[in-house]
């Protein structure tokens, strides 16, 4: 790769300034690397923060923040190494990288809180120990359990702001300008990161989540904005229906509708009852009381054979995708779930809806809506789900499936990815 086409690289991401990052990657370039093997490095580096981010001290803190820089760095040079013309695979490797790499730096911080006593509250640092007695202390529930739940808060946020960018594409406005916003501040693997190294040795990782969903849900609202200004008007909708993720029956189902129904309106209704359930609390529902939110989200089935050309239809991955994240959590944390296991059942979910979301608009438009077979969709994972909180075995049942979906994408990715040959049935 040429200086010519790291400065021009440099510009379509719209950054005026990136001088440590277009020095690693032109000196990655003369060494042969890929882009895909320069977002690993910084994959490596946001591990290894994580594993010290568990860690409280001075020394712990300092060597995150380096790590934490390096993996930004390395993140940012891989962008630039790749460019606008890189094909599907180069990009998800990118995209799974950087989104892993983030993950991971969430459950270190939230890993923080349970390894140790002093840190049990998440308000730690200068700033975060004039928060105690504030409503800030008990927000997501008090101690160690209320941190991982607000890690898994910004863990959903994250994923929902991902697949809206991902969707939004399909938008006339935005069918151009989606490659500047991955490169853009606020894209996984990007200056969040910064902002996490400096907020986590100052506040705390209570004040650290709640300012990560904050700015996720600023970012989301400005998307919407967006999008409502561009429809999708001259854009292309075909494969937004490869990145609803919908499952066997969900797709069995629709099939009968035969695209009649438009997705939003079945899908808000079941969103809406399991949103209210799942603030009341899963807890406090017995027996199959526990499936009422699956069921009211089965209305989403009927709507998987439209074609989401409707101006707001491009919501309907994200909405869909909102209501699983938002079970799956108040399940785990509601039946006795170990809250890492949960966390990293919600991560797998959501690195393999993104998967399919860049296998759709990576591949043509398939003739037909298609189901994820291997990995349930979205509707069998909650079915499963609500079918061992009803008979209580959810504890043994979540760390069981969370281990599938990770060794899952670990084959796809090495089989799959890694061959080119990714394959649209799931």
Same mark, same amino acid.
Request: aromatic content about 8%; hydrophobic content about 55%.
């Given at each position: ?37 320069? !977002? &690993? $490095?910084? @994959? #490596?580096?946001?591990?290894?923060? =994580?594993?010290? /981010?568990? %860690?409280?001290?001075?020394? *712990? +803190? ?91 808060? !910004? &863990? $959903?946020? @994250? #994923?929902?702001?991902?697949?809206? =960018?991902?969707? /939004?594409? %399909?938008?006339?406005?935005? *069918? +151009? ?250």
């Amino acid at each position: 790769m040429t200086a010519e086409e790291l400065a021009a690289n440099q510009r379509a991401a719209g950054l005026v300034t990136d001088p440590v990052a277009r020095d690693v990657a032109r000196w990655a370039a003369s060494r042969q690397m890929t882009p895909v093997t320069m !977002a &690993a $490095i910084g @994959l #490596g580096f946001g591990v290894i923060a =994580a594993g010290w /981010l568990t %860690a409280v001290g001075m020394r *712990a +803190e300092t060597i995150a923040f380096i790590a934490l820089l390096a993996a930004f760095v390395a993140g940012r040079a891989a962008r630039l190494m790749g460019g606008s013309g890189i094909d599907a695979a180069t990009d998800w490797g990118m995209a799974a990288c950087a989104v892993c790499a983030e993950l991971a730096v969430y459950a270190g911080i939230a890993g923080s809180a349970s390894a140790s006593a002093s840190a049990a509250s998440g308000l730690t640092g200068p700033a975060g120990s004039q928060l105690h007695g504030t409503f800030l202390a008990g927000f997501g529930g008090p101690g160690a359990q209320g941190v991982w739940r607000l890690g898994a808060a !910004a &863990a $959903i946020t @994250l #994923g929902l702001l991902e697949m809206t =960018a991902i969707c /939004l594409a %399909a938008t006339r406005a935005e *069918a +151009e300008g989606q490659r500047r916003f991955h490169a853009s501040a606020w894209a996984p693997g990007g200056a969040r990161l910064v902002l996490i190294a400096a907020a986590v040795p100052l506040a705390g990782a209570r004040a650290a989540f709640l300012l990560l969903i904050a700015l996720g849900a600023v970012s989301v609202g400005a998307m919407l904005v967006r999008g409502r200004a561009a429809g999708l008007a001259g854009g292309d909708s075909r494969w937004l229906t490869g990145c609803r993720g919908d499952g066997p029956l969900a797709v069995w189902t629709g099939r009968f509708v035969g695209g009649r129904l438009p997705p939003l309106p079945p899908l808000l209704v079941g969103l809406l009852v399991t949103g209210m359930l799942a603030a009341l609390g899963l807890r406090n529902l017995s027996g199959i009381l526990v499936l009422t939110p699956v069921e009211a989200m089965m209305l989403a089935w009927l709507a998987s054979w439209h074609p989401h050309d409707g101006p707001r239809d491009w919501l309907a991955p994200s909405l869909v995708q909102a209501g699983e994240y938002l079970y799956l959590a108040a399940a785990g944390f509601a039946g006795r779930v170990q809250a890492p296991v949960t966390f990293a059942l919600l991560a797998a979910v959501m690195l393999r809806h993104q998967e399919l979301a860049y296998r759709a608009r990576g591949s043509p438009a398939p003739p037909r809506p298609f189901a994820d077979l291997r990995g349930l969709g979205w509707d069998g994972r909650m079915m499963v789900a609500g079918i061992a909180a009803a008979t209580g075995i959810l504890p043994a049942v979540y760390p069981l499936l969370a281990v599938y979906m990770w060794a899952l994408l670990a084959f796809e990715f090495t089989v799959g990815w890694s061959g080119g040959h990714a394959a649209v049935d799931g």
